[in-house]
């Protein structure tokens, strides 16, 4: 009885062939909400794979691509030779525990639509704990004391024009130190008015797609990719066209066979969660396939501070000779991430439209820590700390290396990387033959060790198998120990 109760509510599902949505996608919302609506209880046991096609008359690769997502995100649990069940633990239960109380079956308004798509892509929480989780920065060495005194310079007597902050753009001494710095550093073709401030680069993405895209637009995305990022596309009404990475980035040439596309968000300088740089060609026939298309595109430049092999690389953005690059970066990752304070610089042509369409959106970016950070970088110190931290990471990376190489042997392939926080650990034949990524990145986290697996990125089947190891933020003499810990995790049979 318990296990047709279970399989009851997935009978209800309806997927619709002719729509623009792919069948895994709708199957693989279908099951979520399911499970974020109580409907299928923690423990409960999944219909088998081939009894869901059936039921549902679709082929077995839908249904295992739906499944794939599914236990990726930690909705499903793939017990090996026992099937498939719903988790004691979801990824955000507090839908479930809601919708459980009776909420639901209120009387009252429901959300739209689009309020239940952007409810239920929210409940996936990044993981912060955990040795080696990407994406981290080390700020244990930050000058914390530095930035309490410039905070405490601007705010004792701070000026009318800072506590009004009427400028829909953000602090113009921001504006203008960031501009610099990039023309500086990053080669981008940037004035104090190009650059918009704003909590992330999310929020960036989010705000770029809301002006430059219409509901069903097509949106190339890196596969695999960064989900953040696509999820806010997604969110936007983007229909995500998947295009495949080599060693050179994006295969450009290829996408003559994909549909046409409004906008391509593109990480060149290291793109996540490969760790590559596209090359120059790539960048050119990117630009070049923008101008026939009359299409846009974001760059997303997350880490692009920390290369350890000659200086940072000239942005894509500065190759641009028609104004169809939005340029996108952050400093939660070169600082600390609560600082939440990002950017996006905009085409000169677009300048005013942005701005307006920010006063609409957002009377104005929080400004308080805005003229502390101007300070700071116009001050040289956040160059220096990006010195440091570049060669603190370098030389955790050296580190990382080494242990892998004394204990990792036969289980776990690791290449240097010229740049990033984070390296990508090829399963090896041996290991590969015993269990997929999925299961050495559940077996890492037993053991306390955050590695995720690297098939969790891609939005179709996945291609490639590995493990993501951050290293920027574990401290020099807990790399060994930790690298240890995760071997005899992967050695248990």
Same mark, same amino acid.
């Given at each position: ?93 507090? =839908?479930?525990? *809601?919708?459980? +109380?009776?909420?639901?079956?209120? &009387? $009252?308004? /429901? #959300?739209?639509?689009?309020?239940? @798509? ?105 596969? =695999?990719?960064? *989900?953040?990022? +696509?999820?806010?596309?997604?969110? &936007? $009404?983007? /229909? #995500?066209?998947?295009?495949?990475? @080599? ?247």
């Amino acid at each position: 009885m318990s296990r047709r109760r279970a399989e009851a509510p997935l009978l209800t599902l309806h997927l619709d062939a002719e729509a623009a949505e792919p069948l895994h996608r709708q199957l693989y919302t279908g099951i979520r909400e399911l499970v974020l609506a109580g409907r299928l209880a923690p423990g409960a046991r999944l219909p088998s794979s081939r009894m869901l096609a059936d039921e549902l008359a679709v082929s077995r690769n839908t249904v295992l691509l739906a499944l794939d997502q599914l236990i990726s995100e930690g909705y499903v649990e793939g017990r090996a030779g026992s099937g498939s069940f719903i988790p004691a633990e979801l990824p955000d239960p507090a =839908p479930a525990a *809601a919708r459980s +109380r009776g909420e639901r079956r209120s &009387a $009252g308004p /429901r #959300l739209s639509q689009r309020g239940d @798509d952007l409810a239920a892509r929210g409940a996936r929480r990044p993981q912060r704990s955990g040795l080696f989780a990407a994406g981290l920065p080390d700020t244990s060495d930050f000058p914390f004391e530095l930035w309490s005194r410039l905070a405490a310079k601007h705010w004792r007597r701070p000026d009318a024009d800072l506590i009004a902050a009427t400028e829909p753009r953000g602090h113009l001494r921001l504006r203008t130190a960031i501009a610099d710095y990039l023309r500086t550093v990053r080669a981008v073709h940037a004035g104090a008015e190009q650059v918009i401030v704003v909590s992330g680069a999310r929020q960036a993405v989010d705000f770029a797609a809301r002006l430059l895209l219409d509901p069903g637009d097509s949106v190339w995305v890196e596969e =695999p990719g960064y *989900a953040g990022i +696509r999820a806010v596309l997604a969110a &936007a $009404g983007a /229909r #995500l066209v998947p295009v495949p990475m @080599d060693a050179d980035g994006m295969r450009v040439i290829e996408t003559g066979k994909a549909p046409p596309a409004r906008l391509a968000c593109v990480a060149p300088s290291h793109q996540y969660p490969l760790g590559v740089t596209m090359s120059l060609a790539r960048r050119l026939e990117l630009l070049a396939w923008a101008r026939r298309q009359s299409a846009w595109i974001i760059e997303d430049d997350y880490d692009s501070e920390f290369r350890y092999a000659g200086p940072p690389l000239a942005a894509l953005q500065g190759l641009d000779q028609d104004g169809r690059v939005i340029y996108v970066g952050s400093f939660s990752k070169v600082m600390f991430p609560s600082l939440r304070l990002g950017y996006l610089v905009v085409p000169p042509a677009t300048v005013d439209a942005f701005a307006k369409a920010r006063a609409t959106l957002d009377d104005h970016p929080a400004s308080a820590m805005q003229p502390v950070l101007a300070e700071f970088i116009e001050a040289g110190h956040f160059a220096a700390h990006v010195r440091r931290m570049r060669k603190r990471y370098g030389e955790r990376q050296r580190l990382l290396l080494a242990a892998a190489e004394r204990h990792l042997a036969g289980l776990l392939q690791l290449t240097p990387d010229p740049a990033g926080m984070h390296l990508l650990a090829a399963l090896a034949p041996a290991l590969a033959r015993r269990m997929d990524d999925k299961e050495a990145a559940r077996r890492a986290a037993a053991a306390g060790i955050n590695a995720p697996a690297l098939s969790g990125y891609f939005l179709g089947r996945p291609t490639r198998q590995g493990l993501l190891l951050g290293y920027a933020a574990v401290a020099d003499q807990a790399i060994e120990p930790a690298v240890r810990k995760l071997a005899a995790a992967l050695r248990v049979a």
